[in-house]
Structure formats: structure tokens, C-alpha cells
């Protein structure tokens, strides 16, 4: 499973490059995202546009790549600047329909590889259309925002509802390299869902990218190797799991964000 770290720290991402983490995302989208986020304490990122060049500086052989904001009347501006400063791989997030993922494209040119985020119902509607555009590279799908847009409490409810099984289904069967949410780190005891659950999911799904989460910014940098080590270990376990641990590990994860989402519920219900 390649694997991403958001952050615009060039001290950490070079110790997570020595880590073994095998990129950098710059996380650059804004229109928007404060609105369609609000009320769910998400992270918004502060990054700009001169961490690229910063970055493509400090790092060696980790590819670096950008969320850019949705399609606008900047988007062409906006691409030709990350690649000039040497994104490898460029992300288009909340899009809606084909044509828009299309037109992302063209503006690239080929110049960088095309990152797909679907994290909006209509986009999943045409899931096996984008699949088969030329010059996408991958797809990462967006649980948090697929969440807010299906009305769940919950992020994790895409998981235990089906959702996602469906998406994986034609993301495996596609053959183009997807991941979906994010990697939280295994030493965190502290986090409503815990994350060996979630990474066991994301391998038993087939996904061969994944988005390290922003517990990894909490970990010092003189503890990151072994964060990340702790990390590929867990995920060649469960690539190797039998029928029996597969099962079980699967039902529990669906098991607790029924319970998480269920007590989320009820003090909405409370409170209102």
C-alpha cells in the first residue's frame, strides 16, 4: 500500500520519508470546504501555494502530490503552478459529474497524474465511467464528505451501511489504484473507531493507497519509523489473514460504528 503524508512541515515530512512513506500530499483546496464542512470540527488546511516548491526542495525520492480546489475559473492557473513547482501527481476533489473529471484532464495534459477524490453522490453514481477515462491514475474516495452529503451522523457509516462495498466492488474490478478515508496511528487507544479496524478494512477491500490521518502530525519525528514500521506490519497481517479472521475483524468494525453512530444519534436527539 503506497502511503501519503499530509503535511506542509518539510522536517517532518523528511522523517517520514525516511520512514518509508512514499509521498507527500499538499493539501491546497478552499472553496468551499469551510461551508460544506461545518459543524463536523474537521480539519481545514492551512497549507499555501509556495509549500510545493519548499517541499519538492527538502524531499529526495518521496513524489509529492496536491489537492487543488474544485474545478473554477482558476483551475488552469492552479494546475500549471503545482506542476511547475513539481507536484508528480495532481487531485481534482468534489466534482460531480463526468465532464468535469474530463476536463480536469485536459487541463493536465499529461503533464502530472490525475487523482480522482469522489466524495459526492453524483460522482459515485458514475463511478464506472470515471473509472475508465484515459489518464486517470487512481481514485481515493472522501468519507467525510460522502458522509455529510448522504446525511450521516457518522463518517465510518459508509462502511457499516454498504456503501463502500458496493464502491470497492468497482474500484477492484476497474484494475485502477484506489484508496478510501484515512490511516490513523495504531499506538492512538483514544479514537471513537480504532484504526487497526479501519486499516483492516481498507486492505481487506483490496485498496493500495492510503492517506496516513492527522494523528500521524501528532507523532514526534523521532518516533515515526517505528509508527510506520508498526504500520506496513499490520497491513501484511491482514493481507494474509484467513476466511475466519477476515470475517471476524469485519463484522466488528460494522458492529462498533453501529454503536458510535447510534450514541452520535441520540444526543443529536438530546440536544435538539
Avoid at 476536463?103 to 466524495?119: S, T, Y
Wanted: proline fraction near 3%; aromatic fraction near 6%.
Amino acid at each position: 500500500m503506497v502511503l501519503s503524508f499530509i503535511t506542509n512541515d518539510t522536517a517532518m515530512a523528511a522523517a517520514g520519508e525516511s520512514a518509508g512513506i512514499e509521498r507527500v500530499l499538499i493539501d491546497l483546496e478552499r472553496l468551499g470546504k469551510a461551508e460544506r464542512q461545518c459543524g463536523r470540527r474537521l480539519f481545514l488546511s492551512d497549507h499555501r501555494l509556495g509549500d510545493v516548491r519548499r517541499m519538492k526542495q527538502a524531499l529526495g525520492t518521496a513524489d509529492i502530490m496536491v489537492r487543488l480546489d474544485p474545478l473554477h475559473a482558476g483551475s488552469r492557473w492552479q494546475i500549471d503552478q503545482v506542476i511547475r513547482d513539481g507536484a508528480a501527481i495532481v487531485m481534482l476533489p468534489w466534482f460531480h459529474r463526468l465532464e468535469q473529471a474530463q476536463e480536469f484532464i485536459d487541463l493536465v495534459e499529461g503533464r502530472a497524474a490525475v487523482a480522482l477524490l469522489v466524495e459526492t453522490p453524483e460522482a459515485v453514481a458514475v463511478l464506472r465511467s470515471l473509472c475508465k477515462l484515459p489518464g486517470v491514475a487512481e481514485i481515493h474516495v472522501g468519507l467525510n464528505d460522502l458522509s455529510l452529503a448522504l446525511n450521516r451522523p457518522f463518517l465510518f457509516d459508509v462502511i457499516a451501511d454498504g456503501t463502500m462495498d458496493r464502491i470497492c466492488a468497482i474500484l477492484r474490478g476497474s484494475g485502477v489504484s484506489f484508496g478510501f478515508g484515512g490511516i490513523g496511528s495504531l499506538s492512538r487507544n483514544d479514537l471513537p473507531i480504532h484504526p487497526e479496524w479501519v486499516l483492516a478494512e481498507q486492505v481487506l477491500q483490496g485498496a493500495t493507497r492510503g492517506w496516513l490521518s492527522r494523528t500521524f502530525r501528532e507523532v514526534p519525528n523521532s518516533r515515526l519509523f517505528q509508527e510506520v514500521q508498526v504500520l506496513h506490519s499490520a497491513i501484511e497481517f491482514w493481507k494474509l489473514a484467513g476466511p475466519r479472521q477476515q470475517a471476524a475483524i469485519k463484522a466488528r468494525l460494522r458492529r462498533e460504528i453501529r454503536s458510535v453512530s447510534s450514541g452520535m444519534t441520540r444526543r443529536v436527539g438530546v440536544s435538539a
